[in-house]
Nanobody
Framework: VQLQASGGGLVQAGDYLRLSCAASGLAFSRYSMAWFRQAPGKEREFVAVIVSSGFTTYADSVKGRFTLSRDNAKNTVYLQMNSLKPEDTAVYYC????????????????WGQGTLVTVSS
């Protein structure tokens, strides 16, 4: 199983980015797919999750600014991040679980390598 995250970069506050996570080696449509992030010196935190049906849940800190979607035909999830803030700076990880809609990182079986998002003020 591989999860390949991409799309990170350096942007200014108020800008946008779209992260992608391409999965292979798993029955993608069965999995809940999530993004977590980890800022320097902080614990990894939940960002958003999308279940097989497309239902989504977001962390309060990103609600209304981030949108998570999935394309089961392409085995890919997308995290559209708008109105970025400096506090969004982190390494973003995609992850997969069969635990429906879990917000807990311990429930996730597969992890991508992470992509760095840096938001300057």
């Amino acid at each position: 199983v591989q999860l390949q995250a991409s799309g990170g970069g350096l942007v200014q506050a108020g800008d946008y980015l779209r992260l992608s996570c391409a999965a292979s080696g798993l029955a993608f449509s069965r999995y809940s797919m999530a993004w977590f992030r980890q800022a320097p010196g902080k614990e990894r935190e939940f960002v958003a999750v999308i279940v097989s049906s497309g239902f989504t849940t977001y962390a309060d800190s990103v609600k209304g600014r981030f949108t998570l979607s999935r394309d089961n035909a392409k085995n890919t999830v997308y995290l559209q991040m708008n109105s970025l803030k400096p506090e969004d700076t982190a390494v973003y990880y995609c992850a997969a679980t069969l635990r429906w809609g879990s917000l807990r990182n311990l429930d996730y079986t597969y992890w991508g390598q992470g992509t760095l998002v840096t938001v300057s003020s």
